[in-house]
């Protein structure tokens, strides 16, 4: 009797556990962990912070020897002895560095004659390659470096959109995302290059 | 065969559930742009369902929801901000694929809530280097009111009641639960799967069914909030505010339901979609290079079991490769097959 009973109340219990149940266990449990996982790895934008964690020093670069798309090897001393500075831009040819190349083209470098622009294309493998995709979107007036080995890449930490800006001292005065042009207008200005 | 009958009102009213589909992150011709979704409607128009980019919707009556999709999207050029069409680059190869993991519960009569969690792979060969990686996307939470007591399906219009449309207000947000340029330990833009900030969408859905066709209209408003800013890709820079452009995302839709004999019912729609972004802000100055636009058209298909538990779907959003279509943008085609478990 009491087996029986027993017996009859796992099978109630059992029958609650519909398909829908499980599948409620089994949604739950991926979406608890993903969303566990997801807290860890997001952090810094789940809980956004504006403590400034640079360090002081600034970066000193090496010298570097790169190819452009028209095959002319330039050199960053070289470009320093007749530049006040050098802007690298990062482009893999996307909408965004389209726009960022549209804007430094129409409304920085004409300001800053005394600046050596050059877009570092490191996605395309090969210098006729490059050359296509800047012939393409419509830059073949920019100097682009066909970064084939991503050497540039490697040497400034960069990715798509870095801007980095190198004084005649070869310091690194800026090395970060472009956004809206205005950090690099303000180092740009610090060094009285226009 | 195919034959299209009359139902009884009770059984079509089980027909109204209608996920709209994950939404879509086009990302750059990489991952950068992850996270500025496009609707893809995953399921088509049925009665009485409604959705928008952000979230599923629960069938009236219904309790639970349970969906999961797949996104296969792939890239072919972008538009330049003049709205020109522009190639990718010879030789590339760029895929972004999304698992998503979708919840719905009902906590009240006219009440829903909702939640959808991707997961994110990128796949991104170019001529000169290729990246793989995977992680989260954006995680969005809806809360959806139903304006309506009733089912407003009908199969015939008798009365001037037999008009009134299905209309869903809701709001959701947007968790920046993905990696993005700003999270720890994100190295590139290939390794992007989501926008790094938090957004609140205001939606609106209006819907109407007259057997067998369905009219749908869908509308979303939605702000992202300002963040501050301390490092980009692991390196720390010299903190600043940043707040992406508002949102706006318009659709209209067509679509047709069969039905088989057996109660099964097959739904195909056809949708055009509009998205917009605006400029942003950047320590409160206007950041006019994050505008964007994209304009899409989308062929749905949804299969639906006899119980009405089941429902298989599959989309086809196609960006248009032509000039004028969008702007600052990703051209993509984006294939979604998924499937949605009912629990009433």
Redesign the interface.
Known sequence: MLFDNLLRRKNRKSARYT??SR??KI?TL??AT??A???Q??????F????????ETIITTVDFVATTTLDEVIDLDALLAEYDAVVLYYT?????C???M??ITSAIMPNYPQTAFLMVD?????VS?SR??QV??GYQALTVIAD?D?SLLDQF?A????TVVISQDKLVLL???F?????LIDTLNTLGSQ | MITLRPKSRSKLFDLNLKPIGPFLAATIASAAFTGMFVATPALAASCCGGGSATTLILPKGARHLYDFSIDIESYDGFWNQDGEQVNDPAGSDLSQYRMNFGYAYRFADNWQFSAILPLVKNDNVYPGISAQNTALGDTTLSVWYETFDQITCVWQVNTFADLRPAIYIGSSILLPTGKSAYSDGVDNSFEVTGRGLYRWDANLIVEKTIYPVTLNAQGSYGAYLERPVNQEFDNAVEPYDKKLGDRRYLSASVAYTYFFEDVDALTVSAAIADLREGAGKINGQSDPLTEMKKSSVSLSTTYESEDKSWLLKGSWSHAISKDDWGQSFPITDIFTIGVSYVVR
Not at chain 1, 41 to 46: V, Y
Not at chain 1, 159 to 162: C, N, Q
Request: aromatic residues 8%; negative net charge.
């Open positions: 398909s829908g599948m409620y949604f991926i979406t993903l969303l996982l997801s807290l790895g997001c952090k810094e934008d789940l956004p912070s504006d403590k400034d964690n640079r360090t893999m040819w996307c909408p965004l389209d726009t960022h549209s804007y490191y996605v395309s493998g090969s390659q296509r995709s393409e979107n084939s991503q930490h990715t798509m959109a870095t090395n970060e995302d956004k809206n042009g205005a950090r």
